[in-house]
């Protein structure tokens, strides 16, 4: 897929989080906002996967370790066709499949459970390994948040990649600053983030995450890579494409009302005709 289309599956992507969202009166779009692009060339470029057969058994995988931003998730699964995009209007909906969090149990493409933050890295090391041991040639993709990485099993888990000399894995922090409570140099600093995944023996890429050209580049580099896990520092903005969202702590877990929605899809709307023009 060339960069113009990755541009306008991202801007869907976002215009689907946003509807599930305020369709649930409850959920992230902040930080689902901000992974959109990374969300999007992971499904659509990156990974080796097929929506007609989801448990393939050579396929990469991909956890979600802030799970809270499953919006995010769901919504590039339903634009790749693993479910119905109609679906995802039933977000966090009483008998719904698509819970606040992802659940590999009853939601196709979904490869860990997650949600508790620190430990879906936990997980993908261990798929990883898995891999190794096995002689697999899958390779897995993990998405953390820059404030989970303040959660010390995260460190833990980066020792062993480290350690068992991961290259079949890439590790990527979505770096937009800000947690639930403020912004991540002022609650509890995991800065230098670069310095400390080159400590525990990762590649390490720093990234604009929502410019797709830079994006790219990372992911063909981490394929490039032997003898070390990867480690790409994505910095993002939180709440992208939406004005009134962009940057803003406080939509790290709320959703908006129908005036805020209105407001959202027309932003959206507009970027979406910018990239028909160009």
């Known amino acids: 897929m060339d960069k113009l289309m990755l541009m306008k599956t991202a801007n869907e992507v976002r215009k689907d989080i946003v509807t599930a969202v305020h369709s649930a009166k409850a959920g992230h779009p ?17 990974m080796n996967i097929d929506p007609k057969d989801p448990k393939k058994a050579d396929r990469d ?7 809270h931003t499953a919006p995010g998730l769901y919504s590039v699964l339903a634009e790749r066709g693993y479910f119905p995009k109609e679906d995802l209007k039933t977000l966090r909906h009483t008998g719904s499949y698509l819970q606040g ?5 009853h939601i196709p493409g979904v490869d860990m459970s997650s949600g508790s933050l620190g430990q879906g890295i936990s997980a993908a090391v261990g798929m990883a390994i898995s891999a190794k041991l096995s002689n697999d040639d899958y390779r897995v993709y993990t998405l953390l948040g820059d404030g989970e990485i303040q959660e010390g099993q995260v460190w833990e888990a980066s020792m062993l990649a480290g350690h068992h000399k991961l290259d079949n894995l890439v590790v990527i922090v979505d770096n937009n600053n800000l947690q639930i409570d403020g912004a991540i140099d002022e609650v509890n600093s995991p800065y230098p983030i670069d310095k400390k995944f080159e400590a525990f023996n990762f590649h390490v890429i720093n990234i604009d995450g929502n410019d797709f050209d830079q994006i790219d580049a ?32 406080g939509w790290h877990g709320k959703a908006p009302n129908d005036e805020e929605y209105k407001i959202a899809m027309e932003d959206l709307e507009k970027v979406g005709e910018a990239l028909c023009q160009k």
């Open 30 to 46: 902040g930080g689902s906002l901000s992974a959109a692009d990374i969300f999007t060339y992971l499904y659509f470029e990156e």
């Open 218 to 249: 990372a992911f063909k580099e981490a394929k490039t890579v032997k003898g070390q896990p990867t480690a790409i520092i994505a910095k993002t903005l939180k709440g992208k494409g939406v004005s009134f969202m962009e940057n803003q702590v």
């Open 101 to 105: 969090h992802p659940d590999m149990k």
């Open 61 to 67: 995988r991909f956890v979600l370790s802030k799970g």
